[in-house]
């Protein structure tokens, strides 16, 4: 740790310190009390610091904040959460609750311990009041610890903590801002946060979604998930151990061509898996920031909206910083080792034989392709029609550049490309572009093209 380091994370710590309105505890569990230390090291810690606790012990634990599942998890640290804050303001808020904003903050948190190989991951959370007096709410944050020296994770920690509190007590109102310093003086490489959640009083109307999309946005984490009901979740713990359905796009609109090729993917897909997996089954609309991107800046709003009518059609969302295939296989592979299903179209496949994909991996196509097609991950091939000539393209029928036809051929005979049944042609000869253009010419025929649910989003192009 260099010494501008050392100097700045002490004086966030300071300038909290010195915040007299704010007072707090901290309950440290996995790596002792690294976060509260900083604040002892920065002086004036008699300013912010109420106690500190670290029930390592489990039992001890378990008497302090009840029963748990796993100690490592989001329910045990809003157990500390409850605890710890209503403690501080049983205890205090008698003689100072008029002019102070309590806060608890709280982690636990998994580092690297003997013969240890991982995942070293924590969540860490901050209950705390907008202002004396207020309903509390809550900052719920996952992070995963990628440095594998034990005595780095500590460091990493604890400047995390000071980060967290400092962002949320002085940049809260700004979005970019907020997430950019959570990781101020951290390799975003080595401390990832795939989690960032504000509950309570004072946050009912805050989207959660636009907090994970800045995380993925400013490289915090690789990938961020919404559920079906809206909700951000923790990829590793909504994907674990579970079979996935996943159709790349813009989804820009949502069409009906979407809905029914996934549909189908997913029926081929079933019928290759036991009935135990398919029972376990998740469908996923992955949309990755180079999409996003494609026009400039991100339209929050327009964002929302495209987000709410996949969420309206019942489809979990993936928002990933992964343009490639074989990057994204390798992204799923660290969440699950059940099979995967990769749905594509004609199109799409083509793209894949390109040099530009490839040129910046050492073992080129072969090295990219080997790479797509681990873990159980197959590429679910949807057809192709021409629209000049008629011609119908299915994964079989298709042709892929000369100098790679025998590796092609390889994969369908290995069922590593499977040919995903489907003919409508009414929709499969409008493109997610034909129907930009119909809506900007106010013709009505995308109506039968675009799902009820999504017709608000796609008025965007009007």
Same mark, same amino acid.
């Given at each position: 740790?260099?010494?501008?380091?050392?100097?700045?994370?002490?004086?966030?710590?300071?300038?909290?310190?010195?915040?007299?309105?704010?007072?707090?505890?901290?309950?440290?569990?996995?790596?002792?009390?690294?976060?509260?230390?900083?604040?002892?090291?920065?002086?004036?810690?008699?300013?912010?610091?109420?106690?500190?606790?670290?029930?390592?012990?489990?039992?001890?634990?378990?008497?302090?904040?009840?029963?748990?599942?796993?100690?490592?998890?989001?329910?045990?640290?809003?157990?500390?959460?409850?605890?710890?804050?209503?403690?501080?303001?049983?205890?205090?808020?008698?003689?100072?609750?008029?002019?102070?904003?309590?806060?608890?903050?709280?982690?636990?948190?998994?580092?690297?311990?003997?013969?240890?190989?991982?995942?070293?991951?924590?969540?860490?959370?901050?209950?705390?009041?907008?202002?004396?007096?207020?309903?509390?709410?809550?900052?719920?944050?996952?992070?995963?610890?990628?440095?594998?020296?034990?005595?780095?994770?500590?460091?990493?920690?604890?400047?995390?903590?000071? +980060?967290? %509190?400092?962002? &949320?007590?002085?940049?809260?109102?700004? $979005? #970019?801002?907020?997430?950019?310093? !959570?990781? =101020?003086?951290?390799?975003?490489?080595?401390?990832?946060?795939?989690?960032?959640?504000?509950?309570?009083?004072?946050?009912?109307?805050?989207? +959660?979604? %636009?907090?994970? &999309?800045?995380?993925?946005?400013?490289? $915090? #984490?690789?990938?961020?998930?919404? !559920?079906? =009901?809206?909700?951000?979740?923790?990829?590793?713990?909504?994907?674990?151990?579970?079979?996935?359905?996943?159709?790349?796009?813009?989804?820009?609109?949502?069409?009906?061509?979407?809905?029914?090729?996934?549909?189908?993917?997913?029926?081929?897909?079933?019928?290759?898996?036991?009935?135990?997996?398919?029972?376990?089954?998740?469908?996923?609309?992955?949309?990755?920031?180079?999409?996003?991107?494609?026009?400039?800046?991100?339209?929050?709003?327009?964002?929302?909206?495209?987000?709410?009518?996949?969420?309206?059609?019942?489809?979990?969302?993936?928002?990933?910083?992964?343009?490639?295939?074989?990057?994204?296989?390798?992204?799923?592979?660290?969440?699950?080792?059940?099979?995967?299903?990769?749905?594509?179209?004609?199109?799409?496949?083509?793209?894949?034989?390109?040099?530009?994909?490839?040129?910046?991996?050492?073992?080129?196509?072969?090295?990219?392709?080997?790479?797509?097609?681990?873990?159980?991950?197959?590429?679910?091939?949807?057809?192709?029609?021409?629209?000049?000539?008629?011609?119908?393209?299915?994964?079989?029928?298709?042709?892929?550049?000369?100098?790679?036809?025998?590796?092609?051929?390889?994969?369908?005979?290995?069922?590593?490309?499977?040919?995903?049944?489907?003919?409508?042609?009414?929709?499969?000869?409008?493109?997610?572009?034909?129907?930009?253009?119909?809506?900007?010419?106010?013709?009505?025929?995308?109506?039968?093209?675009?799902?009820?649910?999504?017709?608000?989003?796609?008025?965007?192009?009007?």
């Amino acid at each position: 740790m260099n010494a501008k380091t050392l100097a700045f994370t002490k004086d966030k710590a300071l300038q909290i310190n010195l915040e007299k309105s704010i007072y707090g505890t901290f309950a440290e569990i996995g790596a002792g009390q690294e976060t509260a230390n900083w604040f002892f090291r920065a002086s004036g810690a008699a300013g912010t610091v109420a106690k500190t606790v670290s029930a390592y012990d489990m039992t001890m634990s378990d008497s302090f904040y009840g029963d748990v599942n796993r100690y490592v998890s989001e329910d045990r640290l809003k157990n500390m959460l409850e605890y710890e804050f209503e403690q501080l303001v049983k205890h205090l808020g008698p003689t100072r609750g008029e002019n102070t904003r309590f806060f608890a903050f709280c982690n636990t948190v998994k580092v690297k311990g003997y013969r240890d190989n991982g995942p070293w991951h924590g969540w860490i959370g901050v209950r705390f009041q907008l202002k004396p007096g207020a309903a509390p709410s809550d900052l719920i944050i996952h992070v995963r610890l990628n440095d594998p020296d034990h005595s780095s994770q500590m460091h990493d920690l604890g400047i995390l903590g000071v +980060n967290i %509190l400092h962002s &949320l007590f002085f940049k809260r109102d700004h $979005l #970019t801002d907020f997430i950019d310093s !959570l990781v =101020d003086n951290l390799d975003p490489n080595l401390v990832e946060i795939d989690v960032v959640r504000f509950e309570g009083h004072g946050f009912s109307m805050v989207d +959660n979604r %636009l907090f994970a &999309l800045q995380l993925v946005q400013s490289g $915090l #984490t690789p990938a961020t998930l919404f !559920l079906a =009901d809206g909700q951000v979740a923790q990829a590793a713990d909504a994907l674990y151990k579970r079979p996935i359905v996943l159709m790349r796009g813009s989804f820009n609109p949502v069409c009906n061509l979407h809905m029914e090729v996934m549909s189908q993917v997913r029926k081929t897909f079933l019928n290759r898996l036991e009935e135990s997996q398919a029972a376990r089954c998740l469908e996923i609309c992955e949309i990755s920031m180079n999409n996003l991107l494609r026009e400039g800046d991100v339209d929050h709003l327009e964002f929302l909206d495209r987000a709410d009518s996949l969420k309206a059609l019942g489809k979990n969302v993936l928002i990933t910083k992964s343009p490639r295939f074989d990057n994204l296989s390798g992204l799923l592979s660290r969440y699950t080792k059940e099979p995967i299903a990769i749905a594509l179209s004609i199109g799409l496949l083509n793209e894949l034989f390109k040099e530009k994909w490839t040129k910046d991996i050492p073992g080129g196509i072969l090295e990219s392709f080997g790479k797509t097609f681990q873990n159980k991950t197959r590429l679910y091939v949807s057809p192709w029609l021409n629209r000049k000539s008629g011609e119908f393209v299915t994964a079989r029928t298709f042709r892929a550049p000369e100098q790679f036809t025998h590796l092609y051929q390889h994969f369908l005979a290995n069922e590593l490309v499977v040919d995903v049944p489907f003919f409508n042609e009414f929709l499969l000869r409008h493109t997610p572009r034909d129907i930009q253009r119909m809506i900007s010419a106010d013709d009505d025929t995308w109506k039968s093209l675009v799902p009820e649910e999504a017709h608000r989003s796609a008025l965007h192009f009007k």
